[in-house]
């Protein structure tokens, strides 16, 4: 259990990147019910500004940026911070997805998918940890994946981001323990978000091979944005250090934990 109390929302500010969308969205909604202050980071400008335009009672920052463009973050930060000096809560929830074999996926696809799921939540931790740290009982949230707990074949990228980044926050995490500073890891499963059509496909698959892909992958999202969302609130008011959210997150963790090298040949005998 953590020493940290409950997390306060009301009154804080809260740093959300992808929240135009999805996950993002739904707890941009879910900490303005909270009462916290917000600055929600997106790159599509149409669909964040329709967001925040929903929204009342709390004040709300939206900052258009592309999370791929590792080294614009020192000035994104310096300027949410030059008008929001204590941020209370930073959620690094912006993704992208690669389908692809490795052999199939170029050099600058793979950093692509490494540059936005973790250079960019470890770079931003770093520039915002000081102000957090000067604000006690704030917290970090990194949402990593599924595939940070298994790495199915054709997601060499996204599951080495994922992995990435959920080994960073367990090691942060054990790092602030007696700082003040509370850290969770936030595994989806299948959300139902738009991941699917805004995932990409390796330079080197065929398109029929990409379909299939895109068909299969789509029909895993099924669990609601907003009841993710709502989990990963919870969790982090509790302080929990880990949060899995769905079926489809549970289950392969256990048998990730069960049968540590053979876990996809029960996954796809599951499948069959």
């Not at 000081?130 to 006690?136: A, N, R």
């Not at 698959?205 to 099924?222: D, I, M, V, W, Y």
């Amino acid at each position: 259990m953590s020493k940290l109390p409950p997390h306060r929302f009301a009154g804080g500010t809260a740093v959300l990147t992808g929240a135009a969308s999805g996950m993002g969205e739904q707890m941009a909604y879910g900490l303005a019910r909270r009462g916290s202050h917000l600055v929600l980071i997106d790159r599509d400008a149409e669909r964040l500004a329709e967001v925040a335009g929903r929204i009342r009672g709390v004040r709300v920052d939206p900052v258009v940026a592309d999370l791929s463009d590792v080294s614009g973050l020192d000035a994104l930060a310096a300027d949410v911070l030059a008008r929001h000096p204590r941020p209370t809560l930073l959620i690094n929830n912006a993704g992208v997805a690669l389908g692809g074999t490795f052999d199939q996926v170029g050099a600058e696809e793979f950093d692509w998918v490494l540059d936005v799921n973790f250079r960019a939540p470890v770079a931003l931790t770093r520039l915002f940890l000081p102000s957090l740290l000067e604000s006690p009982g704030s917290h970090v949230v990194n949402v990593s994946s599924l595939f940070g707990l298994i790495a199915p074949p054709g997601q060499t990228a996204y599951s080495a981001s994922k992995f990435a980044l959920r080994g960073f926050t367990e090691a942060l995490r054990h790092e602030l323990a007696d700082r003040g500073v509370g850290v969770t890891s936030v595994h989806p499963g299948g959300i139902r978000t738009r991941i699917a059509e805004t995932a990409r496909v390796a330079s080197g698959a065929n398109a029929a091979e990409a379909a299939e892909g895109r068909a299969s992958f789509a029909k895993l999202l099924t669990y609601p944005a907003d009841k993710a969302a709502e989990q990963i609130l919870t969790g982090v008011r509790k302080r929990r250090g880990r949060v899995l959210i769905a079926w489809s997150a549970v289950a392969p963790d256990v048998l990730a934990r069960l049968f540590p090298t053979s876990y996809m040949t029960v996954v796809n005998r599951f499948k069959r």
